[in-house]
């Protein structure tokens, strides 16, 4: 069974829209272990429609086209697919007082349009919506399979898992598993160099994918079963972590933030920040996790000198002799805050964000950790690529401080 | 003078990776008024991507495609289109000059497969990458366009920035112009009300869009000059104004960070704030803008009582009787870092980010928001949708925060 996803709409082809719902089809039918090789966003264009849908159905036996079942003249998908099938569009009385209904539990009048929403290509099956008033169809016809969603995201998730989800397990051949290993601190480059051979197998495959400055490794294993799917990836994820296990921090849906929460809770630590270069994004992404209050009790974003000095209590001679951005204000920075806050460890951050601020022994991306507790204070010295911008460079500086915190609870 | 998108990579067909990439070059096309009927995904196949080429070269004349040009074997993308035009692969010194520039100014090992990256088809030109490893080119051949960046969004972005725009000019018949009118505090039917028929113009022709929270107006304008087009909109802009600019904020790439910033710097006046349920976020979103030190100088996440009792000197008995998530305490977390801190303006922000924590007189998403300068306080009390997530709830907050203090500096 080979599927493809057609989206449409014109906001789609000028940009204004990104196409999410190719995505989330995409990752359902792999799931499902059904293949799908192409995706196609058109616009709101019916020759330019039945010239996508011909060429998909000749590479395809599932067809599943989003988009464009709106109530206005613009929306013609529905009139599109039925014409190049050579169908009857007919109404479906059931359907339009379902739309009545969704007016009526508004307290809104029915507009003359919604009507129009209510026809389907003759021998399709109505896909209910159920918040929304655009039903879906799907349809058996020439001997392929055609679903048809509406566009608005939500819309098409809960069609799919009320509706769809089930009427393609009878497709789903086999299962493919995917399991993501998050790795820190080694480049795409080098772990690929590690696991080359790996990436040459077919089942499970295996594929480097860099994200927001970190290298993860999808395994994907496809098997009659989804136990039997699992033993495959396992052995392959034992196989890359005994060639850079060191570097691994994480898996799936885990973010450093939660990990490191995760860690603490554990361990029944808790942790206080001290942020100059960050801005207060290590805070806010500490407290991104729910019950993270059970962790962090105060952070500080000492920006200016003077908060450094007055607040945090930093010695002025040090940043006289060192500079802000400097070993020693990020080891007194993350000393300080800790006994402030009164927490188990405390986090410095300095460093220079750009675009201004830099000098030519202290580059734009110059970042100093510190971490601190009880019995040591460590520092940590990073560059990062000032390229893409002030933004970018406080977000891996979050990353490597979350990173390092991390090894440090460790 | 048509393009096409064709996004390569086997994360986009597994909806792994959302393809943000096509949403940007079809939005930079429409700006340069050249026309995309057509983007497809596909995967890391050599077949597959031959037979992409030869629908896309079919149907436009201009073609750009992206990804799959990393340095591992699964990166086959520069073949594969040198194959399909016949073309050899040739070694280009100078690119692989700056590929080893790119490590060392890094203090890293070349890896070996990176000179695979300096390979590109004959008669290609090469556009540098900036901040990354994999050139892209630009290739006239057999009477097309073909122009090839790396799929990495932000080195993709540079290179389009530094080069690509630039070289598509000469294609440009005519200027699409677009506007974007940010709005705050009214939501999109309200808006969509007062300029419903504005709605039906052709041109300029004008659209609401509602992303995170917030509601624009995109106003999109078609012309034969940059500058007829800029009347046209300005025309639509100062009648949409006149009917809704009380609620209006922003333009185009202007955040509630910028903005605010920029009132700060123009009036002479500093801000600190204090921030519980956000954990941060205010802070780093301040701080995103260049320059921000010279209006930021020190911020507090008081996350626990304790933390906004000790280090923000907040009464412990207004804690006890009106909770920590109550006006009052706002108010005095306004006041107080203000004072703390030294500067012209506090921000208190207190609150119930969820899931948990709520209670039946507070609910998750109840949101109180101080402000403070030497003569007045003032409290805000915010109900965000908490279905979202906390995450949502947060930056929902943080925008509500930022928009309330830029009506205070007004």
Chains 1, 2 share one sequence.
């Not at 272990?33 to 196609?40: D, Q, R």
């Not at 849908?53 to 989003?66: C, E, H, M, S």
């Not at 970042?367 to 520092?379: A, F, K, N, Q």
Request: charged share 20%.
């Amino acid at each position: 069974m080979k599927a493809e996803v057609l989206c449409v709409g014109t906001e789609l082809i000028l940009g204004d829209t990104i196409n999410t719902n190719a995505a989330y089809i995409c990752r359902k039918l792999a799931k499902l272990g059904i293949n799908c090789f192409f995706h196609t966003a058109v616009g709101d264009n019916p020759q330019r429609i039945a010239h996508s849908i011909d060429l998909a159905i000749k590479r395809a036996d599932l067809l599943i086209v989003t988009g464009g079942l709106g109530p206005t003249d613009d929306d013609i998908t529905m009139q599109a697919i039925a014409e190049f099938f050579k169908a009857e569009l007919v109404f479906n009385e059931q359907a339009y007082e379902k739309i009545k209904n969704f007016f009526a539990s508004r307290n809104r009048e029915v507009p003359q349009k919604a009507r129009k929403q209510a026809f389907f290509p003759e021998g399709s099956e109505v896909i209910t919506n159920p918040t929304g008033t655009a039903p879906g169809i799907a349809w058996d016809v020439q001997g392929k399979h055609i679903i048809v969603l509406p566009g608005v995201p939500d819309e098409l998730y809960i069609m799919w898992e009320t509706f769809v989800e089930n009427y393609l397990g009878k497709f789903s051949e086999y299962f493919i598993e995917k399991k993501f290993l998050k790795f820190f601190g080694i480049p795409e480059g080098s772990l690929g160099e590690k696991i080359k051979d790996l990436m040459a197998c077919e089942n499970p495959t295996v594929a480097p994918l860099v994200s927001e400055g970190q290298t993860n490794i999808r395994i994907a294993a496809k098997a009659k079963t989804k136990h039997e799917a699992g033993i495959l990836i396992d052995k392959m994820q034992n196989e890359i972590l005994s060639r850079a296990g060191e570097y691994l921090w994480g898996y799936d849906e885990d973010t450093l933030e939660k990990v490191v929460g995760s860690l603490l809770v554990s361990k029944g630590l808790t942790v206080s920040a001290a942020e100059s270069c960050t801005g207060g994004l290590i805070s806010s992404r500490l407290t991104d996790t729910p019950g993270s209050s059970g962790y962090i009790k105060m952070n500080i974003v000492a920006y200016s000198n003077e908060a450094k000095i007055n607040t945090l209590g930093i010695n002025a001679g040090l940043i006289k002799t060192y500079g802000a951005v400097s070993k020693q204000v990020a080891a007194q920075m993350a000393q300080n805050v800790r006994e402030l806050a009164g927490t188990d460890i405390g986090l410095g951050i300095t460093g220079i964000a750009g675009p201004t601020g830099a000098t030519p022994q202290k580059p734009v991306g110059l970042v100093y950790i510190g971490l601190s507790d009880r019995s040591r204070t460590e520092v940590h010295k990073v560059n990062i690529n000032p390229g893409f911008g002030r933004k970018t460079v406080k977000h891996r500086a979050s990353s490597y401080a979350l990173n390092y915190l991390r090894l440090f609870i460790k």
